[in-house]
């Protein structure tokens, strides 16, 4: 469980060249809406991104709970390394894609969907490999939602209920975006940097627990308890902290060069007069 860390808390500190980025989606890079369609994306955050990339030799990662295809969509036209679903799916940095065998989530989708047809304000997103239960439209209903989707596993081991912001997940079993990151860490680029992970939500607990250990920076974004040992306080202030990496990542600006003053030999001659 995560543990508060408030009397440790600090900003994070700047973003070395040496660094493997990791970076949740929701709540982290952009802010959360009713329903994962509706969230915006800030109009400079794909360029953002593109470029400390290349500063960071392609070590930038989204790790999130989304699906890839969603995550691809919404920063188009870039095509990140990335794990999807908690590290279900994991695209690494050669565009290799590696994807855990779906198991059976019918009998679960169907818990699922006739709980949002008898409830107003429930939303069921299928998944690739989980179900995801919605109630920010109706947050009233978490004890209803937790309820529901634990009996539906609850004799099945291959499965374990995942608790988010407002959305209760079944997910299979073992599957966690520190393991995720665990492996991009393996790999090159990502290989011999420090890893520094920012998220939001209980869901990225796992991936603090990987990073800090390892020497690495664990940033929780918003408020509530965590591992994390640096915060920020919302997607806004992940943002200007991401420009401030950029800008310092990219080093000094170099002042214009002065344009060469006119001498005698570059000036016009004076025309004759007509």
Avoid at 40 to 64: R, T, W
Avoid at 148 to 162: G, K, N, V
Avoid at 225 to 242: D, F, G, Q, T
């Amino acid at each position: 469980m995560p543990k508060s860390s408030s009397s440790n808390e600090q900003l994070p500190p700047p973003l070395g060249r040496d660094a493997a980025l990791f970076l949740d989606f929701d709540g982290t890079l952009v802010g959360l809406a009713p329903t994962p369609e509706a969230i915006e994306i800030p109009p400079a955050l794909v360029s953002l991104l593109g470029d400390l990339s290349d500063q960071l030799g392609g070590a930038l990662a989204v790790v999130s709970g989304r699906q890839i295809d969603s995550i691809d969509r919404f920063l188009a036209p870039l095509r990140l390394p990335a794990a999807g679903e908690h590290g279900v799916q994991r695209r690494d940095a050669k565009g290799h894609m590696q994807e855990q065998r779906a198991p059976d989530l019918v009998p679960i989708l169907e818990v699922a969907n006739e709980l949002a047809r008898v409830h107003e304000g429930l939303l069921v997103e299928r998944k690739h490999a989980a179900i995801a239960l919605h109630y920010r439209l109706a947050p009233q209903l978490e004890a209803v939602c937790r309820d529901a989707m634990s009996r539906a596993i609850a004799h099945d081991p291959q499965f374990e209920l995942m608790h988010g912001k407002f959305v209760f997940e079944v997910k299979p079993a073992g599957i966690n975006k520190g393991i995720a990151i665990d492996a991009f860490m393996t790999e090159a680029p990502f290989a011999g940097r420090t890893p520094v992970f920012l998220g939001d939500d209980t869901t990225d607990e796992s991936g603090f627990a990987v990073v800090q250990p390892r020497g690495g920076i664990a940033v929780k974004v918003g408020s509530g308890p965590s591992l994390a040992l640096h915060r920020l306080e919302s997607p806004r202030a992940v943002y200007e902290w991401l420009v401030q990496a950029r800008d310092q990542l990219a080093g000094p600006k170099k002042a214009p060069t002065p344009e060469a003053p006119d001498t005698p030999e570059t000036q016009e001659s004076p025309r004759s007069p007509e």
